[in-house]
């Protein structure tokens, strides 16, 4: 058989028309249809990337005299399953995920440092300084933690309109063209010393953070107390600044690998489960307004978010490990 009708025939058996071939190999139908008239051949690269589409050897492809016989009907089910990524698409992508990791990481931070003003607000009212009012503590600060949390809600949607088109990546299995996977594997090399300080920094920002809650509690002062928590939540935040930003760069790399939270197993699992998180923080979210307005305890009810953080850690692992289970068994 020549090249042109190995091609014709791997194509019907892959079950593609000319128009989807063409798009997993980044060139236009026109193209196909040349190779398969023998009007045209196409370049090495499109050789090697038909190879790893069908699951077939360029020995095969290139040569005449080697069997259709080799080829198995699974080999070209398995090769061709998922969306195919080009250069310039993963190119695009690791860039985009860098230009928003800093917007994403300012929403976060603003929702850390909502309460704030809120809780240092409550402690001047509470000693009588400033003149500071509870009316004005509670007024005030509550306004200011719905604005934060209001501007980090819209950074929130405008990111998600900009990464809407690339959802794919996160729920569908996917297979990278031709010298993709070198590109990615190598801004992943580069970026990961950069990640790994500012985890350090982020780490121990946090540590030293829990410094002066600790010593306030050994000084049962109020004042001292609330001041303690603005500056914990402060470089938490800071912290959480560095992890959500690193962490997205990282991420894309992942995303495109198929690596960790990203391999296909995992994707399986988490569209068995994608449910709970929504579920989990709405809940999580009535239970801190119910409880903040009922009690007036505003100063005190930011405890429930890393205490519901830790317990969402802990119970999000025990469904993924159930559902894992289960995937696998499936498969």
């Known amino acids: 058989m020549t090249l042109a009708e190995k091609i014709m025939s791997l194509r019907k058996r892959a079950g593609l028309s000319q128009e989807e071939l063409a798009h997993q190999l980044g060139v236009t139908r026109q193209a196909v249809s040349k190779w398969e008239a023998t009007s045209s051949i196409p370049d090495v690269s499109k050789i090697v990337r038909m190879s790893q589409l069908f699951g077939v050897s360029t020995d095969y492809l290139l040569r005449d005299d080697m069997s259709d016989d080799v080829v198995s009907d699974t080999s070209i089910e398995d090769a061709c399953t998922g969306k195919s990524v080009s250069m310039e698409e993963a190119t695009t992508f690791?860039?985009?995920?860098?230009?928003?990791?800093?917007?994403?990481?300012?929403?976060?931070?603003?929702?850390?440092?909502?309460?704030?003003?809120?809780?240092?607000?409550?402690?001047?009212?509470?000693?009588?300084?400033?003149?500071?009012?509870?009316?004005?503590?509670?007024?005030?600060?509550?306004?200011?933690l719905l604005i934060m949390v209001a501007a980090a809600v819209f950074v929130f949607v405008m990111i998600e309109g900009k990464t809407k088109a690339y959802e794919y990546l996160e729920k569908e299995q996917i297979s990278l063209q031709y010298g993709v996977e070198a590109l990615v594997r190598r801004r992943q090399d580069g970026y990961n010393e950069t990640r790994h300080l500012m985890t350090g920094i982020g780490v121990a920002l946090i540590i030293v953070g829990v410094i002066p809650v600790v010593v306030s509690g050994l000084l049962d002062n109020d004042l001292y107390s609330a001041l303690s928590v603005c500056l914990l939540l402060f470089l938490v935040g800071v912290a959480v600044n560095f992890f959500v930003k690193s962490g997205t760069i990282n991420e894309s790399f992942q995303k495109l690998l198929q690596e960790d939270e990203f391999s296909p197993v995992n994707k399986t699992v988490d569209k068995r489960i994608g449910w709970f998180p929504g579920v989990y923080w709405s809940v999580i979210t009535a239970i801190y307004l119910a409880y903040s307005f009922v009690t007036s305890n505003w100063e005190g009810s930011w405890i429930i978010w890393p205490v519901a953080g830790v317990s969402f850690a802990a119970i999000y692992a025990v469904f993924q490990a159930v559902a894992k289970q289960v995937v696998t068994k499936e498969k």
Request: hydrophobic letters at 55%; glycine letters at 12%; one cysteine or more.
């Open 94 to 144: 690791m860039d985009l995920m860098k230009s928003i990791s800093g917007r994403m990481a300012a929403g976060v931070t603003l929702c850390i440092w909502s309460p704030i003003l809120l809780i240092l607000l409550a402690g001047f009212s509470e000693k009588q300084l400033l003149h500071v009012t509870e009316t004005v503590a509670v007024g005030g600060g509550l306004a200011v």
